[in-house]
């Protein structure tokens, strides 16, 4: 009882021994210059851990299914709508150019029109001129050589005229 | 250096621009204080240099969120024991592969230190605090070394004051019986 109302109490005085220890250095010491290095070098340790903890997590997180999938679903479908769609629409969609304007304004109805107008202006013509069906047809015109101006010209650089005849 | 109450060095801290200003002051206020108070747990000077960092770091991610219903170096004082125990804790699971305690191993560590320069007898002192339970050890560096009044150690230990009375009464016996009998 009366150790506990001691000990309760603080009546407890110290051994000298340990009053005596009390006042002395307890022995320790520390390199030179501890102290002064000792906040640079918590702060490198904290801007370490910091950057590799954020490596951490990024690595982390996409290696979690639930992460990289999606992001692997979402890249998919990024190429499939960049390449392979565009690609498709390039032979059923025109390019946006003068030409293409042009053939979008392309109305058959108008060619066949046109044909016909031609046509039909070819057969004025023909009608319209006398052509002597059983003369030769002079390939050079009215002015070009005679026939025995040519056969002259074969027989002088032997040409087979007959053969020439034949065909 | 410029002197700053804990409050005004919360403050500080919490200002975004003079963050790194104030846990610079902050560091350098605490330093001594924790780092002996570690050492004397540890012994060895290279595991309290881990230790006391690792400290410091837990200071700088959690001091934002500091609720100030207890003084600044009551808190961290209680991270500095948390840190110290986990410290023992893991080299006590790392003893298991070896064939000495760590009791033992920390007792020849303070043999052999090299930053070690006091007198005989305060190597003994240190060996018979190496002996106490961890609770023991707390108690009595706590009191006998830094001077903590019993309801600051109830605050950051968590122990009723009798019962820390108590433990520091037992803690004196045993280790006034070491260093007087051998």
Do not use: C
């Not at chain 2, 830094?146 to 950051?156: C, N, R």
């Amino acid at each position: 009882m009366k150790l506990k109302h001691n000990i309760l109490n603080n009546n407890e005085q110290l051994p000298t021994v340990l009053q005596e220890l009390r006042k002395e250095a307890n022995g320790f010491r520390v390199p030179d210059g501890y102290f002064d290095s000792l906040s640079p070098r918590i702060v490198d340790e904290i801007k370490r851990q910091e950057h590799a903890s954020f490596s951490n997590v990024l690595v982390f997180s996409i290696r979690k299914p639930r992460v990289w999938a999606p992001v692997m679903a979402t890249v998919v479908v990024a190429v499939l709508l960049i390449f392979v769609v565009p690609a498709k629409k390039a032979s059923t969609i025109p390019a946006t150019d003068d030409w293409t304007e042009l053939n979008m304004a392309y109305d058959a109805s108008y060619a066949e029109e046109a044909f016909l107008s031609d046509s039909h202006t070819i057969d004025k013509e023909i009608e319209s001129k006398d052509i002597n069906y059983s003369e030769p047809v002079s390939l050079t015109g009215q002015n070009g050589p005679s026939a025995d101006e040519i056969a002259k010209y074969l027989n002088e650089h032997e040409y087979d005229a007959i053969l020439l005849n034949e065909y | 250096m410029p002197e700053y109450t804990d409050n005004e060095l919360v403050e500080l801290f919490r200002d975004a621009s003079r963050t790194h200003y104030a846990f610079n002051l902050l560091v350098r206020k605490y330093q001594e204080k924790v780092y002996y108070f570690v050492r004397r747990m540890v012994i060895d000077h290279d595991d309290a240099d881990d230790v006391v960092q690792n400290i410091f770091i837990k200071v700088w991610n959690n001091l934002g969120s500091f609720r100030e219903d207890s003084k600044l170096f009551t808190w961290i004082y209680r991270i500095a024991v948390n840190e110290s125990l986990s410290f023992l804790k893991s080299k006590q699971l790392r003893s298991y592969l070896s064939l000495s305690s760590p009791e033992a191993q920390m007792v020849k560590s303070l043999h052999d230190d090299n930053y070690f320069d006091g007198p005989e007898i305060q190597r003994r002192l240190s060996e018979a605090i190496i002996k106490l339970p961890k609770k023991q050890q707390l108690v009595f560096n706590m009191r006998y070394y830094d001077d903590l009044s019993y309801d600051e150690m109830s605050e950051i230990l968590g122990t009723s004051v009798g019962a820390l009375k108590a433990s520091y009464h037992f803690a004196v016996k045993k280790i006034e019986e070491f260093v007087t009998s051998n």
